[in-house]
């Protein structure tokens, strides 16, 4: 938080790069500062830095950073990659000249060409960043847009000088993307509390926007397109936090592999999993949209209204794009109204003749007035919580005169319009933006927003905060990989139950033990992956000669071969928990054993996770539906599942941990093969 208020509140300012060149980033960086000045009645010092100009936009210029003798509190740098390095190394010794409080508080490099493009700008990037930490100056970028403060008019960026000042703050890794919204933005009557272009994320990260979006009361809602993360356990913590006061919305690039390479080589990002995300923002509190056109509109949206839109009303001239809107909507659950009794009683007094449905079909001959009784009935109704409306340009159509009923029937609840047709509706169209309605040609649109919109809805009733970036943090080696006989103690120390088993060596080859058999054999080696694969299962040995000589074909795979009991299961599960490098700790569960890659049965939740989580968890499962009739195994199931997150809290060595088969029959829950992965 601290990190971009010393970004925000800066009272003077220098632009090394400025220029008289119109066409010059530098020009229009000092240009909207300037424009900013002359809207504020305390205008911010500015200090244009070119040792090639006198004056610069009306501003005397210097010939460097070190020739400005009165204090700066931010320096934007916006001249060429390979200059940028001997610019900083003059603002820090620069600082050592004035007192602390007088001192060079954060940096602003716009410039481009380092960790995006190549290695050795990524080693300069490095570089940079760590004497900017070392002299304890904030920095932003580089490749960067800038940053965006309307209420301390603050412009310091080369996007247009018109943004508007509103209640979204806005986090964005690209620049350009930031640049499509604000002109949305503008034409819709909304605007920003903030806007940071992040770039590549040297210093300043998504985490220190969330954090500062979290304590400022003008934020209303969070909008992000990222292309990577800088610190995902932290950003599950701020966006659990985030969700009990304001939306936040992610629109995550690099999904794909080739959206991946592009994105690398655009902000320097690392890819992310998208499955595990996804899983992500549903326990943390956060929404992906999947496309720009999602993220405008519910951004328009959330600039403009409070209240999160339910209960779906449907009204129209036109039956059929009313039934498959609603075929739409039910498709993505987003609950749909029913009129109460008291709305049946004003139907026969407002809409004689018509009966209270969803979708409300008006008929082609609609009229204006017939609209406008139809929303006042809505309006009122304690069991409609918003309206989506279907005008179709008929032969009888007052197309202007519905459009001006709508913008005067706009009011608390929600109304959404698909007013359909050609190009020549966008005037139209664009009347009802700017009275605040949010407007498309075609209903599936607005049914994709009210998916997102019902989403944020739903995340506002989650009512706890996670916190998992301490047990992320941890990082305890073990020395030693454990073999499977200390895997199965610990499980066993930690309340699973196993089936009975013997581990065999050579030592024991001479004197065979005494075994009851039919037992299972297979290699006891951890590391091998696939056993079955590469020849490591065995099977079923009913006497000593065929357990012998089963010892015999498994030894090439390890010294140590295990016979288990053989165990008849009606259900086979997965279990496991990964530390992940990016994501940190999280438990996966579903359908084991031969189905693992076959169903696609598998849910995740990040940990640590409460056991009434763990429940949810479960009950989403495949596994769960067929089980569900049997509570004492579901039970135990569960508890293995608290047990394995007790077993990795404990022990901070280990990587991942995966029982597979967690095998169900006879009423037990059997842990009947492992796998450990160990941190080192």
Known sequence: MLRLRSFFSASSIAVIGASNNRVKVGHQILRNLLRENMNHHEPKKLFPVNPSSSSILGLPAFPSITAITTPVELVIIVTPMPTVKSLVDEITERNTRFSVRDRVKSVIIISAGFAETSEAGGQLQTEISLKLQAAGIHLLGPNTLGIIHPSSHLNASFAQSDIPEGN????????????????????????????????????????????????????????????SFSDLPQFFELCSQLRLQKPVLLLKGGTSSRGQTASASHTAALATNQVLLEAASQQMGFTLVKTIEELMNVSFFLAQHRQLPENVMVITNAGGPAVTTIDALSAVQVPLASWSKASHAEFDDLLPGFKPSNPLDLLGDASPERFRAAIQIARTDAQVDSMLVIVTPQAVTDLEGTVQTLIDQRGRKPLFVALMGGDHLEKLRHKLRENQIVCSAFPNDLVESLHVLHQLSRQKYGNETFMGSAIHAKSVSQLKPPNLREAFQLLASHGFQLPKYSIINQADFARWPQLTYPLFAKTANLSLLHKKELGAVYGVVNTPEEARLAYQTLQKFGNDVLFQEVIIAQHELLLGIENDPQFGLYLSIGLGGSYTNILADRVYIFLPATKKKLISLWQMTKAYQALKNDRAICDLVVDQMVNLQKLIMKNPWIRSVEINPLAIGNGQVLAADVKLGIKV
């Open 168 to 227: 979204l703050g806005i986090i964005s890794q690209s620049g350009a993307m930031l640049t499509a919204i604000f002109h949305a933005l503008k034409d819709r009557q909304a605007g920003v509390s903030f806007a940071i272009s992040l770039g590549n994320k040297a210093g300043v990260n998504e985490n220190d926007c969330l954090e500062y979006a979290l304590h400022d009361h003008q934020t209303r809602a969070v909008i992000m397109y990222l292309e």
